[in-house]
């Protein structure tokens, strides 16, 4: 339970880091990042917030309160400035808190970020840790990314050595189900290996244009004597 609150307090300091939101948003952009990878509970979002505002990660920003009344009416009155008449007055609610990163939330955003260990690239936090591969650097993307194929290729084998054993007392709905998962673990690791491929030729750039930055520089010309 403590690991699906870290996962999500994580994606709330990822989003968070980006710009302040307000709950709502903050919901709405959750659900992009978490939607695709497994069922988002709304109700965990608050309890999270809560704790994080607590510990001091995020602050609430009290919003400029909504217009109501007469000053409704007056924002859309027509071209002579005055309501419509027989319009309603529009009647306010309450402005949404608006949540921002603190300078510790920051912080502690970039030392998960800057970890690779097992808990980065199990089932429960890899998606997250990857959705937020921008603000991470590339030494630990890769870290992350070669943990995860390997746990997967383990998984794999573990997986088709016991259909080997199996396969004949299973019946052949319980084998098109087995399959089936073998066969997303299957390309899951060749998309992870196309992933690694990609950051280590980057990091291979990076090390070639830094010794050609140390090689192309000019020597020091000789003075002309006078």
């Not at 695709?36 to 607590?54: C, E, N, Q, T």
């Not at 009155?77 to 921002?100: Q, W």
């Not at 199990?122 to 030494?139: I, P």
């Not at 259909?163 to 087995?178: I, V």
């Amino acid at each position: 339970m403590r690991s699906r609150s870290n996962v999500l307090e994580t994606a709330v300091l990822g989003l968070l880091s980006s710009s302040p939101l307000h709950g709502y948003e903050l919901r709405k952009r959750l659900n992009l990042l978490l939607g695709s990878f497994r069922a988002f509970s709304y109700g965990s979002l608050y309890p999270a917030l809560k704790s994080l505002v607590a510990r001091g990660l995020i602050e609430t920003v009290d919003p400029e309160p909504a217009p109501t009344g007469r000053a409704a009416g007056r924002g859309v009155a027509g071209a002579t400035g005055r309501p419509s008449s027989g319009s309603k007055p529009l009647t306010g609610r309450r402005g949404r808190i608006v949540y921002r990163l603190t300078a510790d939330g920051k912080e502690h955003l970039q030392t998960t970020l800057a970890s690779a260990g097992p808990s980065a690239w199990e089932d429960e936090s890899f998606d997250v840790r990857f959705a937020l591969f921008a603000q991470t650097d590339a030494e630990t993307r890769l870290r992350i990314l070669e943990g995860r194929r390997t746990r997967l290729t383990e998984r794999l084998e573990a997986v088709r050595e016991s259909a080997s054993r199996t396969r004949e007392r299973l019946d052949e709905y319980t084998l098109e189900l087995q399959r089936h998962g073998l066969e997303q673990v299957e390309r899951e690791v060749r998309w992870l290996d196309g992933l690694i491929t990609t950051e280590r030729d980057r990091a291979s750039g990076r090390a070639r244009d830094r010794n050609a930055g140390v090689h192309d520089t000019p020597a020091p010309r000789n003075k002309e004597r006078g």
